[in-house]
């Protein structure tokens, strides 16, 4: 019994931390744009498409790096050419947009690699089970989890420390301010919006080489990264991670004794932090309430 | 009476404190003016009293009862209305349909699906009566977004009026208005006041209409409270005057 | 003020007269009667959302919840409880009904885009229930086995099962007295409030209308029109799958909205013709319909925002 827990639990921050990474790349865009991104999982799925395409030529390691750089770049061109259009408008139409734009993404996956899912594979060296008492975690878990962890890692580093990070993260406290003082706002949010959708790209090669891939693969997994932000706290990137890490450990714990209800615990997490905390577990007061 | 007792408040936004320690009475019929130089947290003591946030110190009285804990709307209902410095309307319908909802709330009638023949026409008189006190009655069809400045703001006080409330607070109302606009609205307070009894506290920018109106003047300076009197004896006051001169060299 | 009146009575006439004769008009546009009752149901759905996003100003994007819960609540009566299709009606809006008023106690402190992802995400719940819990929803498959039922008035006996004309009938009734009361709920001392909250939240507070408790009762009415649209859905399909639980189609209920004119009180209604019948036609000639419907949405949003009828006023007002 207790293994199985720790099965669930390992299995959980598995699960966590890639909605976290999926989840971080929307709220980074909502923070500074105000733009929720339901074509977050489009892009997602176009990373891994990207790589699976790309693997032959550039091999799996090749196309880890390239896919999302790819994606980022489409991600970039988007923000030129539509997203752009929506700042400052009610987000409604943010919203109606991004959807609109999901639903294109969709089909056009679907008219370029067909309507099957493709199976990926992934080097034998990280597809074997590291140890046969703990079978269920394959150097490939690892390897996702130690990603993402890079990723993240030098995410808050770079927003910390370099002058567009800081500038960043002052505009997600007070925009005016920043324009006023002479920021080019437009062209940071065109590079935030790439560097969200990058990781989304990232995080499409990563679940391609554990689920394989299919034209739907992003609309499961953008609710989670919905409540891995609502959980958190709308507002702060630690949060989101650490609401992206608690919603899939306890989706992992659940699993072990009501396996039907283990994507309901989310939503009962959500609705428990709406009740208690309502501005999310490291959430601002009044950010966007 | 005392329609309004402010008790040592204040207000700190992290490590600023905005107003520090103010206490503030006004009788019964009063009108009184705060003024200050930009900064002073006038706009910060006005929120307190209205409960757009509540005082980090300090307490609020209105007519015996301590309000300092209810939400601004809670004050809406006890008989405290206010404007603000930036117009607040409702810019998409008429003027009267702006007064109306006023009317409406205050009669008790916002949950209500319908209202009796008689009800309606006593909203209507309502309505009518202040449209004609804030010299709107021929706006009354127009779309509030669509009319000037001055007429904004006579809106913004009508819906307050329909209040029918036992203090009104004014929050710079001639900011950004032309002469002409600016002596309608004073001429406008004044009859509020004057004619029909109305206690008023208000924010004034302009000291042509502060001395023209105020019974009493407040003057808040960095926060605090910088001197207290009749227009006489704030416009003699050698602190005042420095405060004042300071800011302007 | 008279002749505005006047062609407002005008316009609503043209209106009922036009859902009256539909049946016999619409097939020479190659439409039939199935389509024109689809288009009413999910018709009254989009303006149940207006409801909210036009005339309070809040957005919720995860209406389908109520609307699915609706169909389910009608399919569930239907299949176990009472074979009559006015009590599955009734049973589908009482069920999304009382569950969008509970947990639209837990929204109505958030706003703008914080409002609709919460209510995006609290719909999905219900979708995965609906997809999980298959021993009683039929899970993937949906829920079959329920029909709608012959509607007994007394003196005489309505097929609605067979009859597709009468069925669309009983729908245009169902929905005239929706809209009827959505209409007079607008017009109302409560409505004039729910206007003033979109309008201008911060005023309405200054007026002493507690803004939180209009928004949810605003929210709970919307959620009840909703599931009765819902229930209506599920006798016309005489089915219920978890894909009517699923935001995709809230947000094809917000884009009628919005494609019609948000601001507009029939606007909806347009949006759900022009959508549905689009749809309907596109899927049928093309594979690639979703990218149609995509590309529009984006082109709305881009060109035409204040929607159709939100156009003309401007034009008629310039």
Redesign the interface.
């Known amino acids: 019994m207790s293994q199985l827990i720790l099965f669930n639990i390992t299995n959980g921050l598995i699960v966590g931390a890639f909605y976290a990474l999926m989840a971080i790349g929307l709220s980074l865009i909502l923070n500074l744009s105000g733009v929720i991104n339901f074509a977050h999982g489009g892009f997602l799925v176009i990373g891994g498409y990207l790589s699976y395409t790309l693997t032959p030529y550039l091999g799996f390691w090749g196309a880890l790096i390239v896919a999302p750089f790819l994606t980022a770049i489409i991600g970039w061109l988007v923000e030129r050419l539509l997203i752009r259009r929506v700042y400052g408008r009610d987000p409604l139409y943010s919203l109606l947009l991004t959807f609109g734009l999901a639903f294109i993404i969709e089909d056009g996956t679907r008219q370029i690699w067909g309507a099957q899912g493709l199976p990926v594979s992934v080097p034998a060296a990280l597809s074997k089970p590291l140890r046969y008492e703990f079978f269920f975690i394959t150097g490939y878990r690892l390897f996702m989890v130690a990603m993402v962890a890079v990723l993240i890692v030098l995410l808050f580093v770079l927003l910390r420390y370099t002058r567009s990070g800081i500038r960043v993260r002052a505009g997600t406290l007070d925009l005016e301010t920043v324009s006023a003082l002479g920021i080019n706002v437009r062209a940071l949010r065109s590079l935030n919006f790439s560097v969200g959708i990058f990781l989304a790209g990232f995080a499409g090669v990563l679940a391609a080489g554990q689920l394989g891939l299919d034209p739907n693969m992003g609309d499961g997994l953008l609710m989670p990264s919905f409540i891995a932000i609502i959980v958190g706290g709308v507002g702060s990137l630690t949060g989101t991670l650490l609401g992206g890490l608690l919603i899939g450990v306890a989706a992992g714990v659940t699993a072990v004794f009501f396996p039907s209800a283990s994507d309901a615990i989310m939503y009962v997490m959500m609705a428990i932090v709406l009740l208690v905390r309502p501005r999310g577990l490291l959430g601002e007061e009044g950010m966007l309430s | 009476m005392n329609v309004l007792e402010v008790k040592n408040v204040s207000k700190r936004f992290g490590n600023l404190v905005a107003v520090r320690d103010v206490s503030l009475t006004v009788k019964k019929g009063e009108l009184r003016a705060v003024i200050g130089p930009n900064g002073a947290g006038k706009t910060t003591f006005f929120n307190l009293i209205s409960g757009f946030f509540p005082p980090s110190a300090g307490t609020v009285i209105f007519e015996d009862m301590d309000v300092t804990d209810l939400s601004a709307q809670k004050r809406v209902v006890l008989g405290m209305a206010r404007t603000f410095q930036i117009t607040e309307i409702f810019p998409e319908l008429s003027v009267y349909e702006n007064v109306r909802i006023g009317a409406e709330s205050a009669a008790g009638f916002r949950l209500r699906p319908w209202l009796s023949a008689v009800e309606k026409s006593e909203i209507r008189n309502l309505v009518d009566e202040t449209l004609a006190l804030c010299g709107l009655t021929d706006k009354a069809g127009r779309l509030v977004g669509e009319l000037a400045h001055g007429h904004q703001r006579a809106t913004e006080i009508a819906m307050a009026l329909t209040l029918r409330p036992r203090l009104l607070l004014l929050d710079e109302p001639t900011s950004g208005m032309g002469d002409q606009e600016t002596y309608e609205i004073t001429q406008l307070v004044r009859r509020l006041h004057r004619d029909s009894n109305f206690t008023i506290v208000l924010i004034e920018h302009d000291m042509r209409v502060v001395f023209h109106l105020a019974d009493f003047i407040t003057v808040l300076d960095q926060g605090a409270l910088l001197a207290e009197g009749t227009p006489k004896e704030i416009e003699a006051n050698p602190a005042v005057q420095a405060a004042y001169l300071g800011k302007a060299a | 003020m008279i002749k505005g009146r006047t062609s407002r009575l005008l316009v609503l006439a043209a209106i009922w007269a036009a859902l009256i004769a539909a049946p016999y008009w619409m097939p020479l546009f190659g439409g039939y009667t199935a389509l024109g009752s689809r288009v009413l149901v999910l018709a009254l759905g989009a303006m149940s959302v207006n409801f909210l ?1 036009g005339f309070t100003g809040t ?1 919720s ?1 995860g209406h389908a919840a109520w609307f699915g819960l609706g169909a389910y609540g009608a399919g569930f009566c239907l299949k176990w409880f009472a074979l009559s299709s006015p009590l599955g009606l009734l049973a589908g809006t009482l069920l999304g009904g009382i569950a969008g008023t509970l ?1 639209g106690a ?2 109505v ?6 409002f ?3 209510t ?3 719909g ?2 219900f979708y ?2 609906a997809f ?2 298959s021993s009683v929803t039929g899970g993937d498959d949906g829920l079959r086995g329920f029909s709608r039922q012959p509607l007994h008035l007394g003196f005489t006996t309505i097929d609605l099962l067979n009859n597709a004309d009468a069925f669309y009938y009983f729908v245009l009734v169902c929905f005239a007295a929706a809209v009827g009361l959505m209409g ?2 607008l017009r ?3 409505g ?2 729910m ?2 909250i979109r ?2 939240e ?10 939180e408790l ?1 928004i949810w ?1 605003a929210f709970s009415l919307s959620c009840f029109f909703m599931a009765f649209a819902g229930a209506l859905y599920a006798e016309l399909n005489n089915f219920a799958d978890p894909r009517v639980l699923h935001y995709a189609l809230s ?1 094809d209920f ?2 009628m909205a ?1 494609m019609g004119g948000m601001r507009t009180f029939w606007g909806p209604l347009l949006g759900a013709i022009v959508f549905v019948v689009l749809q309907d036609y596109l899927s049928s000639v093309t594979v ?1 319909w ?2 149609f ?6 082109l ?3 060109f035409f ?1 204040r929607g159709i009828l939100g156009l003309i006023r401007q034009r008629s007002a310039a």
């Open positions: 996003l957005l994007f947990l837990l929204l402190r958030r706003r703008g885009v914080y609709a992802m919460v995006i995400a609290f999905q719940v995965y229930i999980q819990w007079f709920i109302s001392p409560f004039r409030t206007i003033a309008e201008n911060r005023r309405a507070r200054f007026l002493g209308i507690p803004v209009h009762i947000g917000v884009i919005v690639n979703m990218s419907i995509g590309i529009l949405i984006v709305i949003v881009l925002p």
